[in-house]
């Protein structure tokens, strides 16, 4: 696995301490060189506001992990919908898989979100921690309003926190809004990981 990423930035550009930020909880070393130009991580162009997320996301594709694995407590919602947009969307030859701490079933709103665009994860089973095929090389923490399950072994790790979809809202219909809403978020994020 690769220990270090280039970074193009501009001079004074607070994409610099983004990245460098980004890249120790990583635990993977950032080397900046500045330029006037467009702003870069690891050959992955970035908007000169670019969200914390976004550079993360960067940095990762920079690393080409083989494995990535997203984490969730119940593996019933955001981590079922990472999963499957994550197939989707990564080259062959990068392994893809979503777990929880606390695994129960695969929540039809997240099935049905995602076929809307296309995915079918109908025969996708809520899986815990343990029934995670090794070594994995990228861990995502999905997690907001609870506590995420802890990857104990070797990995590089991201948190993005997203809001749990099942059970907001007013109504079902509010409640469908919020899984598309999740679901949408993580293809903005995965566009930038995977390409």
């Known amino acids: ?5 280039t970074a193009r930035l501009p001079a004074g550009s607070s994409l610099t301490a ?3 930020n980004a890249a120790r909880r990583l635990g993977v070393e950032l080397g900046v060189e ?5 702003p870069e991580v690891g050959g992955v162009p970035l908007p000169e506001d670019a969200p914390e997320w976004h550079v993360e996301a960067a940095l990762l594709r920079a690393l080409a992990p083989k494995h990535v694995l997203f984490l969730c407590v119940a593996n019933s919602a955001r981590s079922q919908m990472a999963e499957g947009l994550a197939r989707a969307a990564a080259s062959d030859g ?5 777990a929880g701490s606390v695994p129960t079933t695969v929540r ?3 099935i049905a979100a995602l076929e809307e665009v296309g995915i079918d994860i109908a025969s ?3 899986k815990g921690v343990d029934d995670v095929k090794r070594p994995v090389d990228a861990v995502i923490t999905l997690c907001a309003e609870e506590v995420c399950p802890v990857w104990l072994e070797k ?3 991201l948190h993005w926190g997203l809001p749990d979809p099942a059970g907001a809202g007013a109504n079902p219909d509010e409640e469908m809004e919020a899984f598309r809403s999740v679901r949408d978020e993580l293809r903005r994020r995965f566009a930038v990981l995977f390409g």
């Open 94 to 98: 990068v392994k893809i898989s979503s």
């Open 108 to 110: 039809p709103q997240a």
């Open 34 to 38: 500045e330029v006037a130009g467009s």
């Open 124 to 126: 996708h089973r809520s």
């Open 18 to 20: 983004v990245a460098e």
């Open 1 to 5: 696995m690769p220990d270090s990423v």
């Open 155 to 157: 990995a590089w790790r």
